[in-house]
């Protein structure tokens, strides 16, 4: 079975520039997460997919960072415009309703760095 | 949210057992302790989970407090491929939307 596949893997921008990560999760899992990851931090959640819903982006920066989930199946997470604070590992996890330990599976991040 | 709190560093010689504690004073009796791990350039992996009662895997056992307000991750030979960060985490009923809130977690270093 496929792992979560995110691209790219590594990505340097300017300040001000846009840039968009790309998320494709395990199939058949409903839903997808992204996670930001500063260093030395642990994941905080930006926004959760339940199919092409999202349920949950209380966290996701709404005046330069937006996502989007149209079928249901692979997602991409936008920032426009970037800051150097954004500089961070993007990741991508999915999982589906019903596994007994609701675990929550990896993809190995996109990590963004601005200049 | 409930919280978690984890040392933030610990080290452990290969072969060796390690014990990687965890505290969750603020726990409610719905919330699942869940154990994730980070290894380097990596995303997270899931460990180990229970509610109440002790469990055992493959890679580990937890052994969870009777009063749940603390748990224990355990590893009975640590290789050099157990370095990485330990994260213990309390999720949340299921229909509350699956939350996890990781923490900075317990970045274990094995010597050969």
């Known amino acids: 079975e496929a792992g979560v596949v995110q691209s790219p893997r590594y990505k340097i921008i300017e300040k001000k520039q846009p840039v968009a990560f790309w998320c494709n999760p395990i199939?058949?899992?409903?839903?997808l997460y992204w996670y930001l990851q500063n260093l030395g931090q642990g994941p905080e959640l930006l926004i959760r997919?339940?199919?092409?819903?999202?349920?949950?982006d209380s966290q996701l920066p709404k005046d330069r960072f937006s996502a989007e989930r149209l079928k249901g199946v692979d997602s991409t997470l936008k920032i426009q415009p970037a800051e150097l604070g954004d500089s961070a590992v993007y990741l991508c996890?999915?999982?589906?309703?019903?596994?007994?330990?609701?675990?929550?599976?990896f993809g190995p991040g996109t990590r963004l760095t601005v200049l | 949210d409930a919280k978690t709190t984890q040392p933030n560093s610990m080290e452990s010689n290969e072969e060796e057992p390690v014990h990687l504690p965890c505290n969750h004073s603020?726990?409610?009796?719905?919330?699942?302790i869940h154990w994730y791990r980070q290894l380097p350039s990596q995303g997270p992996e899931y460990v180990i989970h229970?509610?109440?009662s002790n469990v055992n895997n493959r890679m580990a056992s937890l052994a969870i407090a009777e009063d749940r307000k603390s748990s224990t991750l355990i590893l009975h030979r640590a290789t050099l491929r157990d370095a990485a960060v330990y994260y213990c985490?309390?999720?949340?009923?299921?229909?509350?939307?699956?939350?996890?809130?990781f923490g900075t977690g317990t970045s274990l270093t094995v010597i050969p």
């Open positions: 996890a999915s999982s589906r309703k019903g596994l007994a330990n609701n675990e929550q599976f």
């Open positions: 199939s058949g899992h409903n839903t």
């Open positions: 997919y339940e199919n092409e819903e999202a349920v949950d």
């Open positions: 603020t726990i409610s009796g719905t919330d699942y």
């Open positions: 229970g509610l109440t």
């Open positions: 985490i309390l999720r949340p009923p299921l229909n509350t939307g699956n939350q996890f809130y």
